[in-house]
């Protein structure tokens, strides 16, 4: 049960600093369509792909239009890699086209129609569809990967939240003492946010599962009574608002047993939580003369419908408990970011503004300058194809992307940064923080780190941030990239190709297809041989070793777990950690006879570990012979 030298390149750790640092970005002026009449642009929604929507119109309009006759002349566009196309060309009077929602297929749900009798259409390629069983009195807000819609019926004028998926509308249920909903954002895993209502004055935030009665936080110590959620991400986290049926209303996110006010910009009365992302960045906007929140339950079903964007207003990024000015963190005097309406998994805002006074809509872009780390991707250290894009409790990953660190050269970890048996948490002046809990680190350079996840006690996702000049007064952070976790994330370390790294016991001959490595004499593996290899990701063992501590002897995986070879199960001697590493794991087997290698030949076959249900990509093979 030995682990070679040759595999310490793969240890890695990391370490949190406090994030203080502001994020930056570079902004993109999406512009007006160009047709006529129409001199505003405001955008409404934005996928991970950087495509935003919204649409352009003669005057301001309140940004989410819960009173949609207002919008005379509203015309749907769709924003992306640099063009701007019109959803509706045609120039049809009193035609309405507003973009509501966009997923990450680029299906868009838009309201269409005449100003007075508009309804929700779905829009792909081009071609725009109603199904006969999407509700009529309705208005959608949300819209996930699966298709799914969530928003608010009106049934004889009481509201009440739905899910609409797969031709089924879902009334979802009131409860806890009142009989009318609101609903709106709903998450990728179908949990829908928004707020129970007993009537006017009797609104508080509340989030449905898929199958469940609503959940709903208290607002006990906030001077603001009601309250609603307005978006949601997988982890279950909302943002919205607290309010308090008059013009003051607070930011908030909702969280299954707390609500957080998050304030407003100095000076404001009211601000509102308009988006949140899967690492958790809430982005939003804040208006100095209030927002007339009596308006909530009997005429509108967005808070954001109650003002047009407002040069005196700004949006916000919330960030490691840091509220920022969107327009602060632009450096160019001819903005003013008034109005943040959505925030994708990259970081990417998009939302309205003021360009040189003009009324348009906008795309920022999270950016570095010359030092400030970027983080491009993170997934698991042995870089499987395709990528395993999910970390698990002492699971090794690599990030990529620029500036990850002020150091000129590469370090990696040694002897001298070992302490007490740990790896490091800082090393050479670079930190990783992954949902705000120190990582190991055992290699850092410009546009790569290798780390050892934390244990969470979260699932679904987490936020990695790069942290330079780690512990010093001039500490620069990237923005936080967002990366699953879930309790295991198995994949192979490989020879720099498809095939897996692997050792014949005892001898120590390293398995693979001949002359595959220059100047390492490899061969393949025979039936009945003993071969070590080393997965990473493979979850829990017992005894349990805490990430980043160098493991002293064995410890045996504690989930269920096997391996097979060209689809054949294979007996599996000893599955655990690799004694005298962190982060790498050790599987001892025996190669079955009766394999599908034709005798006299050597055949890749692929290999899969599987742990408590989840495997291994398919692509890894081990080179076997007969």
Known sequence: MR??????????SVSLCAQTGAPQYTVT?????ASPGLVVSQATGLNNSGTVIGFSATEPFPMFAGEVNSLHAARGWMYSNGALTDLDAADTTDQLVDPIAINDSSLVMVLKGPETASSAYFLQNGQYSRPSTFPGASLPVGLNDAGEVSGTLFIESQPGAFTWGSN????LPAGNGVQNSLGFGVSSTGVVAGGLAGGASDIFAATWAPGAAPSFVSNAGSNLGESLALSINSSGTAAGLLFNGGMQTEAAIFTSDAVTGIGVYPGAMASVATSINESGVVVGFSVLDGIDSSKFFSTYFDPAALVPPLQSGRAFVYIGGVMYDLTALVNDARWVFAYAAAINDSGQIAGTGFFNGVQTAFLLTPQGGANTPIVAAAVGAGLSSPSVTAVSPGGLFAIFG????????????????????????????????VDGVPAPLTYVSATQINAEAPQLSTSGFASVVVISNCGTGNEIFSVPFSVGYAAQSPEFL???SSEVIAEEYPSNAYVASPNL????????????????????????TSPAVAPGVLATGVASLSGTYGVTIGGVPVPVLYAGVAPGYSGLYQINLTVPSGLAVPAGTTALLPIVVTVNGTSSPSSGVIAIAN
Do not use: M, Q, R
Request: glycine residues 12%; proline residues 6%.
């Open 3 to 12: 682990s070679c030298a040759v595999f310490s390149f793969f240890v890695v």
């Open 402 to 433: 620029a500036s990850l660190t002020s150091e000129a050269t590469p370090v990696s970890v040694g002897s001298s940064t070992i302490v007490n048996g740990a790896l490091p948490t800082n090393l050479a002046g670079t930190c990783v923080e």
């Open 517 to 540: 490595i220059p100047g390492l004499t490899t061969a393949p593996a025979h039936f009945g041989d003993v071969l070590i290899l080393y997965p990473i990701g493979l979850g829990a």
């Open 494 to 496: 490989y020879w720099g």
């Open 29 to 33: 002026n999406i512009g007006v369509l």
């Open 168 to 171: 089924t509308l879902l009334k």
